[in-house]
């Protein structure tokens, strides 16, 4: 059997906060369900991070809603470490995209981590060129500095943050 045939024959699962889900975070699904038999993409609730811009709830309509045409990918959510989530799930492999070095070097720790607690190997799948600046945190930023964030993050995304940012210079 081939690698690529082994590999399609795996759970995939790509953890993040996804808040807000951009370009990038689409292009790395899209990618991983083309290896992948199939691909849980989580929203991680993560209490570190403080005060997201959207809910646990918003950010899994988001992702449901831009994977619509996957038909090999399907959005979760947990709480806790991701080791014990792999357990539970069945996660042959944890998927992680990188951007730059940097990206590299805080996610190989934790890959080494998760494969200590968990037994599962973490899959990098490096980011297209264009997305390689991208980031929720940066999206956001722009985004409520009034630039424009079109061509970063998918439609039903766009869609949602300017209900969002509506909702909130109404206040």
Do not use: W
């Not at 009034?146 to 061509?151: K, R, S």
């Amino acid at each position: 059997m081939s690698a690529e045939a082994a590999a399609r024959g795996r759970r995939a699962i790509y953890p993040g906060s996804f808040d807000p889900p951009t370009n990038g975070h689409l292009d790395v699904i899209a990618r991983a369900a083309s290896c992948f038999a199939e691909v849980i993409v989580a929203v991680v609730v993560n209490p570190q991070k403080r005060d997201p811009m959207f809910a646990l709830e918003e950010r899994e309509a988001m992702l449901r809603n831009c994977v619509a045409g996957l038909s090999n990918v399907r959005v979760e959510h947990f709480r806790g470490l991701l080791a014990d989530y792999v357990r539970t799930a069945g996660v042959d492999v944890i998927v992680k995209g990188l951007r730059v070095v940097s990206d590299f070097e805080s996610e190989m720790s934790t890959a080494l981590m998760n494969r200590s607690l968990s037994g599962v190997d973490t899959f990098f799948l490096m980011s297209d060129a264009k997305y390689s600046f991208l980031s929720s945190s940066m999206v956001k930023e722009v985004f409520f500095l009034g630039g424009d964030v079109a061509g970063y993050v998918p439609e039903p995304v766009l869609r949602v943050m300017s209900v969002k940012r509506t909702s909130l210079n109404a206040r």
